[in-house]
Structure formats: structure tokens, C-alpha cells
């Protein structure tokens, strides 16, 4: 109870209550994530459950690769729908399962988080080969054009786009993209969530417009997939390069509805970094594409 204090009114003593301070307006503060190990835990490490997804895995690469030769000979094409379709629910239902556990204390401790990130970073450089492949490719044929493309680069029977038109449009996109979630990462470190979301948003509508100009600028090639060694590095290191885009902007999508349920916090965030370093090795990959095989490709 409040204690009433007197007031003399002419020598009459009047007891009053102190006047209540207001309340302060709480702001919502999602909670930290515990990232410390379980006390029921010896070691700081993370056991998985057993899990069918390995094998679901497997049995739908195997059902895709039957179906893709089937489809590539015209004597069915339905097997390699359904290979595609189990291997998206595949890839659902296993990282549906690991962001449950990035969200259970005690579960994704530093020593695992730090073991995803190294995980993520292989990855990326894995990536980096198979893209390697397209440019040794490339430039193969045109440093040392053969009588089969007429001694020249590109070839004579080739108009390659220009690369101010179109691509130099996608470049931009791309590039303002990256400072967009660069944004969200430092939002995200801040703990400003509604600022994250609002970065994420915006990537991911630069790198879906991204998509959409690159068909468009398919739809107006002057060449086919089957017109020489030009159309074959082209279309494999450009077409591999946007299905990358279209998996990122996926990936950032995901983030973005994770950051609108507060699962991410300024320290417990690896998803997000993924994405983020996923989608930084996106844009400079297409940064070589555009010099090497837009522009340089294009002058000569």
C-alpha cells in the first residue's frame, strides 16, 4: 500500500496519497537465444536423431537421374516430374528439420554453429570449382578459336548481346541487391528486426526482377543452345549462374519470414549468414560472367 502523507490546511491535517508515477511503455525484446551447452551434455557437440532424410535423398536423385535420361531419349518424361518433386520435398522436410533444431536451447551451441559455418564456406568453395569449369571452358575456345567457329571469337555465324543493354541492367540489380543485405546483416546485429525484414524484402524483389530480365533477354538471342561451342559456354555458365540466383533469393525468402517470427537474434543467426555469403558469392560470380563473357566477348 502507498504511504499517505499529511498536508497542514490551516492547522487541518489532510492525508493524500503521492501522486503515481506513469508507467514506462514497454518495446517487445525477443528473447536470447540459448546457445550454451545442455548441462546434460558432456560435450559441446550435436547428435542428430535418426533421420530418413538421407535415404528419401538418394532414392529421389536416383528416380531424377533415370527420369532425366528417359525424358533426354523422349520415352517418358513423367519419372523425372516425379524425381523433382521428391527431391523439393526432400530438401523441406530436411532443413525444416534443422531450423527446429536451431531454435531448441541448448541445441546449436558455438562449437555447432561454428562447424555450419565452416560447412556453408566448403560449400561456397565447391561452388567456385564447378563455376571454374565454365570459364576454362570459355576461354578455351576463345583464346584459341578453331576452324569450327572460323578461327574468330565469337564465332562468324554468332551476334552476341550487348552488354550495355539488358545485362549491364542486371548487373546494377544484382549489385544494389548485395548492399541490400549487407543492410539486413547490420539491422540484424543492431536487433532491429523490422529494418531486417525490410532489407530481406527488398533483395529478394531485386533478385526475383533479376530472374525475369534474364528471361526476357533469353527470349531475344539471336543463337540457340545447339549452335556451337559460343551458345554451349554460354548458355551453361549464365543459365547454371541464374538457377543460383533463383535458389538465393529462395534462401534470403526463407530468411526474411524466420526474421518476421523473431527466430534470428543479433548472436544466433548462422541461416542468415549462410544466405548472406550464398548470395555475395552469387554477385561476384556474375561480376566475372558480365567482364569475361559480356563485355570482353563482345569487343573482340
Known amino acids: 500500500m502507498d504511504k499517505k502523507r499529511p498536508i497542514s490546511l490551516s492547522g487541518i491535517e489532510v492525508f493524500t496519497s503521492p501522486p503515481k508515477s506513469k508507467k514506462p511503455q514497454k518495446t517487445y525484446v525477443p528473447p536470447k537465444r540459448e546457445v550454451q551447452m545442455s548441462p546434460d551434455l558432456k560435450h559441446p557437440f550435436h547428435l542428430v536423431e535418426p533421420s530418413p532424410w538421407p535415404f528419401v535423398s538418394s532414392v529421389s536423385v536416383l528416380i531424377l537421374a533415370i527420369g532425366a535420361v528417359l525424358w533426354m531419349h523422349k520415352i517418358d518424361h513423367y519419372l523425372f516430374g516425379i524425381g523433382v518433386t521428391l527431391l523439393l520435398l526432400t530438401f523441406f522436410g530436411w532443413w525444416r528439420d534443422v531450423v527446429k533444431e536451431s531454435n531448441s536451447p541448448g541445441v546449436h551451441t558455438k562449437t555447432v554453429q561454428r562447424g555450419l559455418q565452416i560447412g556453408m564456406g566448403l560449400f561456397i568453395a565447391s561452388e567456385v570449382m564447378f563455376f571454374a569449369a565454365f570459364f576454362w571452358g570459355y576461354f578455351h575456345a ?80 539471336a543463337f540457340a543452345l545447339k549452335d556451337g561451342i559460343y551458345p554451349s559456354t554460354f548458355y551453361l555458365a549464365t543459365g547454371f549462374h541464374g538457377f543460383h540466383v533463383i535458389v538465393g533469393t529462395l534462401f534470403l525468402l526463407v530468411c526474411w519470414w524466420r526474421t518476421k517470427r523473431l527466430e534470428f537474434t543479433s548472436t544466433h543467426h548462422v541461416g542468415f549468414e549462410a544466405a548472406a555469403w550464398y548470395w555475395h558469392f552469387v554477385d561476384v560470380v556474375w561480376l566475372f560472367l558480365f567482364v569475361s563473357i559480356y563485355w570482353w566477348g563482345y569487343s573482340k
Open 142 to 221: 576463345a583464346l584459341a578459336p578453331t576452324e569450327a567457329s572460323g578461327f574468330v571469337w565469337p564465332p562468324k555465324n554468332i551476334v552476341p548481346f550487348d552488354p550495355f543493354h539488358l545485362p549491364y541492367l542486371n548487373t546494377l540489380l544484382l549489385l544494389l541487391s548485395g548492399t541490400t543485405v549487407t543492410w539486413a546483416h547490420h539491422e540484424l546485429l543492431r536487433g532491429d528486426m523490422k529494418n531486417t525484414a525490410k532489407a530481406l524484402l527488398i533483395t529478394v524483389l531485386l533478385g526475383a526482377t533479376f530472374t525475369v530480365v534474364q528471361a526476357i533477354e533469353y527470349s531475344h538471342a
